[in-house]
């Protein structure tokens, strides 16, 4: 499926911020189920922006505003090509790297399980792509979708005990629980089809592959994904992390909207 | 030596004026208190100086080796010498460093290892500092003062002059550097060894920062004079700690960072001393496995012994600290500075049971060890010789090559029923003197 996508994110100050350094995670990455082809970033006030690839492999894009601003805004659009996956079998994403069955298997802060994970992963059994569909059936179940019930800073296990959450939550639930089981798994960073806000769901490894689950919607990754980064956890993948002096932040918008292309 | 007794109260006091002070938080309130000197010196002969030396370059160098593999190829994991619990669930894991290769390969720089010496006369290394290890300074100053207060003691014993540590300092910062100027990174006069900062900086000619001083652009770190120019700097000496780095890729909270500065390391355009995510090779945990790492990657067997340490984390050593648990000490691997060390025997009934309850539930998180008869050395405490507990921290700077200061930062606990030396615990210090023959 040919998709266009475009982010825009902003950020009000309750005055004028200045030495502004940012870094920026939102640029979509190549992989065996999508194609990047046009892609194109900017940051307003505008800043030379130096691009780099951090440890987990992923474009970040560091920068810093010196002059006093009011707003800072980031781009980034364009086009990206998916394989149509029409069954609701998974799409091998990335083959793995060999050291990430031994660097994907350890719990992080984020997703350091606990009773209720515990006994999640408890009614899994092997450790096959069904397995990992069964982890994002459990998970998906485990959680109901509230808007802003969770905060950046709530853990797996945090979110699968109160039973709500938002898409990272679901993500970093079905991480813990896919670790908890003997599957390596990672947390991911993406846009889907429509308007909203950035999503997140989860890779896990089996037999030498990385495939993309969707605990949020229950589904595997698909056309109609477009995977921007992955990490161990939310923290790992944050899309904007910034430090400046003299304002604080009133206000953040983020919009991201993919489309299909018409040919 | 009874002449530079005679001069403790002098030392002391030029010490107070000179503001050789240690800081400690305490409740929350910032405190400064000296950190009080006393006259008798730590002896320690050429022989067994040389001894000593060969054994702190050999685990130095291993400790670097591993650093170097685990932030690259992982063969000591891969090859099942080190549990990869112990590494990449370590909160001294940096998944940032991930793949960087530091500038000359040095991950440590400066190197404290923390010895103790048994009533046998062996030495047992305690600990590796790999991350900012301080207390160089101590000695150096102290040094300087009583060989101003009392030449005569240093006419008549062959004493190696140890004021050379700046020396060795700047060597290091001169390898590793990039092309730029040397700065030392404080994080400001409310650290607890601000003093050192400072000192050292000035004694090796390098530039005293704090963060807001330092920018980054397109990769290359730079600082910006009074006169508001702006020079390039090839190494950063720094002495804040890895978590408020960059508050980009760490502690976002950090106000004592510079922004953007891993992004220069990771490009190899700056060197930052010692290198960040070193906390993975002097975890508690970790100590363990060092005279395997020496053999492991040196193919030499270990010069220095460990403490005999146990892994709860292993079944069979599990048994043993629960069978001996009274006459062991545990430490929790999370905690510095003395903290969170506490003597199986000194516990009351309820608290062992629920340090055992834990260990049981998080074996990974706890190391035990004997407790080593240490050799007392003697004070001077009203005018009169006591015997107290002491270790030494030996300083080991890894630059071209690996070398150990003659000399070290012997620390001693007052109170004489306490084993923890910790300036931060109130402890004091002393010189500590190699022979030159």
Redesign the interface.
């Given at each position: 499926m040919e998709l266009l996508f475009d982010y825009r994110m902003s950020i009000g100050f309750d005055g004028m911020a200045s030495r502004h350094a940012f870094t920026l995670r939102f640029v979509p990455m190549d992989t065996l189920r999508q194609r990047i082809g046009r892609c194109v970033w900017a940051v307003d006030p505008s800043a030379p922006l130096s691009s780099s690839v951090d440890s987990e492999g992923n474009t970040v894009l560091s920068g810093t505003v010196q002059r006093p601003h009011s707003r800072f805004s980031a781009c980034v659009s364009g086009e990206v090509s998916t394989v149509s996956a029409d069954s609701d079998s998974p799409v091998p994403e990335h083959s793995a790297d060999p050291l990430d069955a031994m660097m994907y298997r350890h719990f992080t802060p984020k997703t350091e399980p606990g009773p209720v994970i515990r006994f999640i992963a408890g009614g899994l059994d092997g450790r096959s792509v069904e397995t990992a569909m069964d982890a994002m059936h459990a998970v998906h179940d485990s959680i109901r979708y509230v808007k802003g019930s969770t905060s950046p800073q709530t853990t797996a296990e945090e979110a699968v005990s109160a039973g709500e959450g938002v898409c990272q939550d679901y993500a970093q639930a079905m991480a813990s629980v896919c670790i908890l089981a003997g599957l390596p798994a990672r947390y991911v960073v993406g846009y889907t089809v429509g308007e909203g806000e950035s999503h997140a769901w989860t890779e896990v490894l089996v037999d030498g592959m990385w495939y993309g689950f969707d605990p949020t919607a229950d589904r595997t990754v698909g056309s109609s994904h477009i995977k921007v980064s992955h990490g161990r956890d939310f923290d790992d993948c944050r899309i904007n992390r910034g430090v400046f002096v003299g304002a604080a932040i009133s206000g953040q918008t983020v919009n991201v909207t993919v489309t299909e292309a018409r040919p | 030596m009874d002449d530079l007794f005679k001069q403790t109260e002098t030392v002391n006091s030029l010490l107070a004026r000179y503001g050789v002070k240690f800081g400690i938080y305490k409740d929350g309130v910032f405190r400064e208190q000296l950190f009080p000197f006393d006259p008798i010196p730590r002896v320690i002969s050429k022989e067994e100086f040389s001894v000593l030396e060969k054994g702190l370059a050999q685990r130095v160098d291993a400790l670097n080796c591993f650093l170097a593999d685990i932030y690259g190829e992982?063969r000591i994991?891969?090859d099942g010498v080190v549990p990869?619990?112990f590494v990449?669930?370590s909160s001294g894991y940096l998944?940032?460093?991930?793949?960087?290769v530091p500038p000359e390969g040095v991950h440590s720089h400066i190197s404290g290892i923390d010895l103790v010496q048994a009533k046998d006369g062996s030495w047992y290394v305690l600990e590796d500092n790999l991350r900012v290890p301080s207390g160089a300074s101590y000695p150096l100053i102290a040094r300087d003062l009583t060989r101003m207060s009392s030449p005569d003691t240093f006419r008549h014993n062959a004493v190696v002059d140890n004021r050379d540590y700046a020396d060795l300092l700047k060597a290091v910062m001169d390898h590793v550097n990039t092309g730029g100027i040397n700065v030392v990174l404080t994080p400001g006069r409310y650290n607890a060894a601000y003093f050192e900062h400072s000192y050292l900086a000035e004694r090796t000619g390098s530039v005293l920062v704090t963060g807001q001083d330092l920018?980054?652009?397109?990769?290359v770190v730079y600082y910006t004079d009074y006169q508001g120019s702006k020079v390039k700097v090839g190494a950063v000496y720094r002495r804040i700690s890895d978590e408020y780095l960059d508050?980009?890729e760490f502690e976002?909270e950090s106000l004592i960072g510079v922004?953007?500065i891993m992004?220069a390391y990771?490009?190899g355009n700056v060197a930052l001393i010692n290198a960040p995510g070193n906390g993975i090779a002097d975890d508690k945990g970790i100590y363990y496995f060092v005279p395997k790492m020496i053999r492991y990657y040196l193919n030499e067997e270990p010069i220095l012994s460990n403490a005999p340490t146990y892994l709860p984390f292993y079944e069979e050593d599990r048994r043993y600290v629960l069978e001996n648990f009274d006459r062991l000490v545990i430490k929790d691997v999370a905690e510095a500075g003395g903290y969170g060390v506490v003597f199986g025997s000194k516990l009351f009934p309820e608290d062992k049971a629920s340090l055992i309850a834990l260990i049981e539930e998080e074996p990974r998180r706890f190391i035990a060890q004997e407790v080593i008869d240490f050799r007392d050395m003697d004070i001077l405490e009203d005018g009169e010789r006591v015997p107290r507990k002491a270790d030494l921290r030996a300083f080991v700077l890894t630059g071209g090559k690996t070398v150990v200061w003659k000399s070290g930062l012997t620390r001693f606990s007052r109170n004489p029923d306490s084993f923890i030396v910790n300036s931060s615990q109130g402890g004091g210090f002393k010189d500590t003197w190699v022979l030159s023959r």
């Open positions: - | 992982k994991v891969k990869e619990e990449f669930a998944r940032q460093c991930e793949g960087i920018t980054v652009e397109d990769d508050p980009l976002e922004p953007h992004s990771r490009a």
